[in-house]
């Protein structure tokens, strides 16, 4: 909702600081390529087998670093579907109340049809003001792209974008890639670096640019590390950094656990069914990104309960686990159903035997 105006270009102007962050980071990347190929591996290197090798390596992770980074920046962050959205007869129905429990009222009728189970805290239904929709579980209003995200994850300066459901696949790779590159250069300068300080370099300027280059490379490796460690983790337990900072709330209190179907569905979520893609920055995520199938959600009194034998949440009463009433989207069953292209051995077919018939229902593999 770009404003008009003098408002709009002043709007304009800040657009166009975000993008400083980014050009930073591209000039530094512009930078390493410059002293890693040119003065490192063509000026530096006499061995013609280890130049060979490191231009080849470095060339790989290079593109796979830069594909995944310019993913994360151009993939546009998905919207809620129109469903989500209120009708104008909605609108007109919800400005003529003014009292918030009639408004929750009409909100709550909207929510009936929709596969929709977190709450605020006060228990309300999560209604975004400024789109005027119902926000979808995990769901969030990014105040810099003035926007409701789907699976926000966080407002990304580096990358200028939303990290959500629609390119959090590829800042996963972005950061995979990037620790790589950083690690590589770091591993592979370190024997010219040591040259450096024993003054074994020729007295050229290629010197300042191997001692440079493994400074900046070690000290990104750390906390690029850091970071990427703590999204692995968000990944494991299916949560996203919002939802790491404050759990979301269903119906039945605050559970952080509560999209965490256990770490090989949590990062086929992420990643998708087929592993020829998990390595490879095009979109691979299951789902529609509206709706999340939740391990632990208690049947809702406010839904009419009318679950038949096909339907997993009946399965699930049957086995004493409490899960949703309403209707799962193709989606969802699809995430709670299927079983992982890589777990199809002998063991990972017994435990399914042993749980329940529908694996991604055992809710015991959570930690
Ligand atoms: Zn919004
Ligand atoms: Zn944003």
Redesign the pocket.
């Known amino acids: 909702m770009a404003p008009s105006g003098s408002r709009g270009i002043k709007w304009g102007c800040w657009r166009v600081l975000y993008w400083i962050p980014v050009l930073f980071i591209a000039l530094i990347v512009a930078w390493s390529y410059y002293a890693y190929v040119l003065q490192l591996c063509i000026e530096s290197i006499e061995d013609t087998g280890e130049k060979v090798v490191y231009l080849l390596v470095y060339h790989v992770i290079f593109i796979m670093f830069v594909w995944a980074y310019w993913q994360t920046i151009f993939t546009k962050p998905m919207n809620p579907l129109k469903e989500f959205h209120l009708s104008y007869s909605d609108k007109e129905l919800l400005e003529r109340e003014d009292r918030g429990e009639s408004q929750q009222e009409i909100l709550r009728r909207i929510a009936k049809d929709l596969p929709i189970y977190t709450r605020t805290n006060s228990r309300a239904i999560r209604f ?4 005027q ?1 119902l ?1 979808p579980d995990r769901c969030h ?2 105040s810099v792209c ?3 995200i789907l699976k926000m994850d966080h407002h990304c300066p580096w990358v200028n974008n939303c990290v959500g459901f629609a390119n959090y696949k590829f800042f996963m790779l972005f950061l995979t890639y990037s620790l790589l590159y950083c690690l590589f250069i770091t591993a592979t300068d370190l024997k010219y670096f040591i040259k450096f300080w024993l003054n074994g370099l020729p007295d050229t300027q290629a010197k300042f640019h191997i001692l440079f280059l493994f400074f900046s490379a070690s000290m990104f490796s750390v906390s690029l590390a850091s970071l990427f460690i703590y999204h692995c983790w968000l990944v494991c337990k299916n949560r996203s950094t919002l939802e790491a900072v404050r759990a979301p709330v269903f119906r039945h209190g605050t559970d952080k656990n509560g999209f965490s179907l256990g770490f090989s569905k949590n990062f086929r979520q992420v990643f998708g069914d087929e592993v020829k893609y998990w390595p490879i920055p095009v979109f691979s995520s299951s789902g529609d990104g509206c709706s999340f199938p939740a391990c632990l959600v208690n049947l809702d009194p406010e839904q009419p309960s009318s679950p038949t034998d096909s339907n997993p949440a009946s399965k699930a009463a049957a086995d004493g686990r409490q899960f949703p009433s309403k209707p799962l989207r193709e989606s969802q069953s699809r995430l709670l159903t299927s079983t992982p292209s890589w777990s199809e051995s002998d063991s990972a077919a017994d435990k399914d035997k042993k749980g329940a018939s529908n694996p991604g229902m055992t809710i015991e593999n959570e930690a």
Do not use: A, I, S
């Open positions: 975004c003001d400024r789109c929709l926000k209003h990014c003035d926007k409701c």
